[in-house]
C-alpha cells in the first residue's frame, strides 16, 4: 500500500468512526455546535476568524455557530488583550462539561464494539492511537 492510500484510508476511516459514534450517542448538543465546542477547547481562546480558518468555513458562518453556543452558555467572548477591537472566543466551564459528557456518550456507543475485542485486538488498537497522538503531537 502506498503512503497516499494509507493516509487516505487513516482519514477515512477515523472519520466514519466518528460519525459513527456520533449518530449513535445521545448528544445534547447538534453536532456542529458539539464540534466548534471541541474546536475552541482544542485550539484555546480565539478569535472567530481564527476559529472560521480552522474549520474551513467562512467567518459569517462562524459567526453564527458562536452566537449559537454562546446562548447556551457554552463560551463566552472575552476581550482580545493584543487587540481591544477584537474578542476571543473561550469556553466556559459549562462548555467544557458539556464536552466531556459528549465525549463519554460517543465512547458509550463505541464500547459494545470495543467490548469484542480479542486481547490482541486491543493491544494492536491501543499501538494505533499511540502512533495517530504521536503524528498529531509531531508533525
Request: hydrophobic share 40%.
Amino acid at each position: 500500500m502506498t503512503e497516499p492510500d494509507r493516509g487516505d484510508r487513516l482519514l477515512s476511516t477515523a472519520a466514519r468512526l466518528s460519525r459513527w459514534a456520533t449518530r449513535r450517542a445521545d448528544l445534547e448538543l447538534p453536532p456542529a455546535q458539539a464540534r466548534l465546542l471541541a474546536l475552541v477547547l482544542e485550539i484555546g481562546p480565539a478569535r472567530i476568524g481564527d476559529l472560521a480558518q480552522a474549520d474551513h468555513c467562512s467567518q459569517p458562518t462562524m459567526t453564527i455557530q458562536v452566537q449559537r453556543v454562546e446562548a447556551y452558555g457554552l463560551v463566552v467572548r472575552k476581550p482580545d488583550p493584543s487587540d481591544a477591537r477584537a474578542s476571543l472566543v473561550e469556553a466556559t466551564d459549562e462548555g467544557r462539561q458539556v464536552i466531556a459528557r459528549l465525549r463519554e456518550a460517543r465512547s458509550k456507543a463505541l464500547a459494545p464494539m470495543m467490548d469484542r475485542l480479542s486481547p490482541d485486538d486491543e493491544r494492536v488498537l491501543d499501538e494505533a492511537i499511540a502512533i495517530m497522538q504521536r503524528m498529531i503531537d509531531d508533525p
